[in-house]
């Protein structure tokens, strides 16, 4: 039997391993997270991707977790609604048509689990030498092992491109345009409704999730290209970007290395403590507050302060002066204030 080896699990990689493996391939794919990934956004599904879902009988499955919102809002900077709908929303289109909308997480979670195909979590492939009867792959941890054919679907930063064809420089083309997404509880009390908000060149959107119990948060906002960043150095680098229209603050009042940060929509109307914390970031002093200036910057000082933080082995000794705590003022009152 031929055999072929897919990098990344996600969307596209588990998609080929199903029709793959159905085809009578032995697949394997290698996936670096250590299990399939959570987080994200919501994907849709429509067109020709419903005829797809459908045929790999994966639909009902699928439409069960779907998303299921009643319309949206935009709101400025300052949280004033500028536009609603209950007949759409920005991300899932029309709400009366047969298109869905579920979260990446159970994308990826129902392809793991409807396909007949070895998954090596934790892994990543450093090398590829293309022979005579196939391709050796050289793993970070697993050895060598020789495959007919090897497929890059390993995203934007895509290990198999970058090994097979240079670097991803040559290839990748900057918009100008970073995205930031989270999950956070739901501290907004959004009852299937999505806020999004605006302000110059930032902003994002909100929406509930799993019965209204968690929010998916993106912050977006514009910038020259900045230097490749550790997970933790990018959450200190979002954290830091006091800009109006998503304000971070440490949360007050709560323990070393669980500190929190504190997001707001519209200068500081609403506020939750969102993201993984981590323990390098509750050693931040708490009221040094970064002068304005451009994310580049920023995103060196960040890496600076990391880098000194790896090489610390004191534990976590900033004591974080409570602040004053702010009112919770929704944009048009009620519950599901929109
Ligand atoms: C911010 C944002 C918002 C989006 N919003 C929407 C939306 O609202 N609606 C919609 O339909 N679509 C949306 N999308 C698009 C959708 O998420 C993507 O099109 C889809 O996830 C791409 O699938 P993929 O399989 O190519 O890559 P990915 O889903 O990125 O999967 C790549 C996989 O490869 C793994 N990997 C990476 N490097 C390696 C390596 N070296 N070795 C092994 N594994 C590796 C990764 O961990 C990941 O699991 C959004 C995308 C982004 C980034």
Redesign the pocket.
């Known amino acids: 039997m031929r055999n072929i080896l897919i990098?990344?699990?996600?969307?596209?990689?588990?998609t080929l391993a199903w029709f793959l493996a159905r085809a009578g391939w032995a697949v394997t794919v290698?996936?670096?997270?250590p299990g399939p990934?959570t987080g994200?956004?919501?994907?849709?599904v429509r067109g020709a991707a419903l005829d797809v879902v459908d045929r790999m009988g994966l639909g009902e499955r699928m439409r069960a977790v779907r998303t299921r919102m009643r319309g949206m809002s935009m709101v400025d900077g300052a949280g004033q609604e500028l536009f609603r709908s209950e007949e759409r929303t920005f991300?899932s289109g029309r709400l009366d048509s047969d298109d869905f909308?579920l979260l990446?997480d159970d994308v990826?979670a129902i392809l793991h689990e409807a396909t007949d195909a070895e998954y090596v979590f934790g892994?990543?492939?450093t090398a590829l030498t293309e022979e005579a009867h196939g391709v050796r792959v050289e793993f970070e941890h697993g050895g060598t092992r020789t495959f007919d054919l090897v497929i890059g679907?390993?995203?934007?930063?895509?290990?198999v491109r970058r090994l097979t064809f240079g670097p991803e420089e040559r290839f990748v083309r900057h918009l100008g345009q970073y995205?930031a997404?989270f999950p956070a509880p739901n501290f907004l009390g959004l009852e299937d409704w999505q806020v999004w908000f605006r302000h110059e060149e930032t902003g994002g959107v909100a929406y509930p999730v799993r019965d209204n119990t968690e929010l998916r948060v993106?912050l977006g906002f514009g910038s020259e290209p900045l230097p490749r960043l550790t997970v933790p150095e990018q959450k200190r680098l979002i954290a830091d970007s006091r800009q109006a229209s998503f304000e971070w603050e440490l949360e007050p009042g709560r323990k070393c290395g669980r500190l929190g940060h504190r997001f707001s929509l519209g200068a500081g109307r609403r506020t939750a403590e969102p993201p993984a914390p981590d323990a390098a970031d509750s050693r931040r002093p708490r009221n040094r507050r970064p002068r304005r200036r451009g994310m580049e910057r920023r995103a060196a000082t960040v890496r600076a302060q990391s880098s000194r933080l790896r090489h610390s082995d004191s534990g976590c000794r900033a004591r974080h002066p409570r602040r004053p705590r702010r009112s919770r003022r929704r944009t048009t009152g009620g519950r599901t204030p929109l």
């Open positions: 990098s990344g699990a996600g969307v596209a990689g588990g290698v996936e670096r997270a990934r994200g956004q919501a994907i849709d991300s909308e990446r990826v892994d990543s492939i679907a390993d995203g934007l930063h895509s290990a995205l997404i993106t």
